[in-house]
C-alpha cells in the first residue's frame, strides 16, 4: 500500500487504515493461514485459466507431503504450500466429467 500512495492511487489515509486492519488480523495466525488458501486459490485457479487460454493443460494436486516438498525446493518459512499445480501438454484426452447445476452451488439473493 506504501507504493499505491505514493503513486496517488490512495490517501495516506486509506494506506494507514488497510494496515491497520491488515497487520490486526494477521495477529491472528488462523486468520493468515486462511487468508493464504484463499489468496492462493484465486491465484490458482487464475493460473489454470490461463494457461488453457494458451492451449496448457493443468491438474491441481493437494494430496502431496508439505514437508517433503519444502525440504526439496528449500521454501522459506514465510510460505504455506497450498497446492500443486502441473501444467502441460496433456498426454491424452482427460475422461468426461460432470460439475454441479449453478444453482445446486450458489445462492443468488
Ligand atoms: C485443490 C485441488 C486439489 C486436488 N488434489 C488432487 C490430488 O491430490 N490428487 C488427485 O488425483 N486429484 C486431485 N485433484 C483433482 C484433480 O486436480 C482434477 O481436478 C480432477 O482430476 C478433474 O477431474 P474431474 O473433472 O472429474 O473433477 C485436486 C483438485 C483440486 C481442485
Redesign the pocket.
Known amino acids: 500500500y506504501g507504493e499505491l500512495a505514493e503513486q496517488g492511487f490512495i490517501t495516506e489515509d486509506i494506506k494507514e487504515t488497510l494496515m491497520t486492519q491488515i497487520n490486526g488480523a494477521y495477529q491472528s495466525e488462523q486468520y493468515a493461514r486462511e487468508a493464504a488458501y484463499s489468496n492462493a486459490s484465486l491465484a490458482a485457479m487464475q493460473l489454470m485459466i490461463a494457461a488453457k487460454a494458451m492451449g496448457y493443460d493443468t491438474?491441481?494436486?493437494?494430496?502431496?507431503s508439505k514437508e517433503a516438498f519444502i525440504k526439496e525446493f528449500n521454501v522459506s518459512g514465510r510460505y504455506e504450500p497450498v497446492?500443486l499445480i502441473s501444467v502441460g501438454k496433456a498426454a491424452k484426452e482427460?475422461?468426461k466429467?460432470n460439475r454441479f447445476d449453478i444453482e445446486e452451488v450458489s445462492d443468488f439473493l
Do not use: D, L, N, V
Open positions: 491438474c491441481a494436486k493437494g494430496g502431496f497446492m482427460a475422461h466429467s
